[in-house]
């Protein structure tokens, strides 16, 4: 089965640059998009098709898909930009597919 | 705006079952389809499959097949998950979202459903 694996945490200071990297076999032949979730809240979708932001997402939201890895980076990163993101792809045999989450922290 | 409003939490004894309501609006519901996500306590999102809003065709998951029902109802704009012969590890919020085919991504989810399945 397909699987997408993210690491488990990542620290950035305020203003700073945040990446979450999302790594699947050949992700970069599919759609990657990724979905931001603060605490006891829905997930929200933050990027789609590797680079898209839908409405209302900040400009400092931005995605990358190239190869086995796509990035989901945050520019200028705020206390709001605190929570999981989850990377998500589809695949012939999974079908839709979560990446394992990566907690991150604003210190 | 585009809405998925869900039924509220549930407690469950074992081996009962549960059905869970999805209920859209703010869009045209046959256009995109809706899609089932399950989170356990503390843990990631994991995809259970998804339901076909002009065929009420379903596609399952590894893993939620069997005891994991994806429905349409009478109701109009509504989706179902119902979840027979309930164990505690079916603890967990279940969440509905909307599917965009060209996406390859959902692009809004419900509130999510609290199920509790203790004794």
């Known amino acids: 089965s397909y699987e997408l694996t993210q690491p488990p945490s990542v620290s950035v200071s305020p203003g700073q640059t945040a990446s979450i990297t999302c790594s699947g076999d050949k992700l970069g032949d599919k759609y990657a998009s990724w979905h931001q979730q603060k605490p006891g809240q829905s997930p929200v979708l933050v990027i789609y098709q590797d680079t898209k932001r839908p409405s209302g997402i900040p400009e400092r939201f931005s995605g990358s898909n190239s190869g086995n890895t796509a990035t989901l980076t945050i520019s200028g990163t705020q206390a709001m930009d605190e929570g999981d993101y989850y990377c998500q792809a589809w695949d012939s045999s999974t079908h839709y597919v979560f990446g394992t989450g990566t907690k991150v922290t604003v210190l | 705006q585009v809405q998925l409003v869900q039924s509220g939490s549930e407690l469950k004894k074992p081996g009962a079952s549960v059905k869970v309501s999805c209920k859209a609006s703010g869009y045209t519901f046959t256009t995109y389809t809706i899609h089932w996500v399950r989170q356990a306590p503390g843990q990631g999102l994991e995809w259970m499959g998804w339901?076909?809003?002009?065929?009420?065709?379903?596609t399952y998951a590894q893993g939620f097949t069997g005891r994991f029902v994806f429905s349409l109802g009478t109701s109009v704009s509504t989706a179902y998950l119902q979840i027979s012969s309930l164990k505690a590890e079916d603890t967990a919020v279940y969440y509905c979202?909307?599917?965009?085919?060209?996406?390859?991504?959902?692009?809004?989810w419900g509130q999510g459903t609290m199920v509790t399945v203790s004794s």
């Open positions: 339901i076909s809003t002009n065929t009420g065709n379903p």
């Open positions: 979202a909307r599917g965009v085919s060209a996406y390859d991504a959902v692009d809004f």
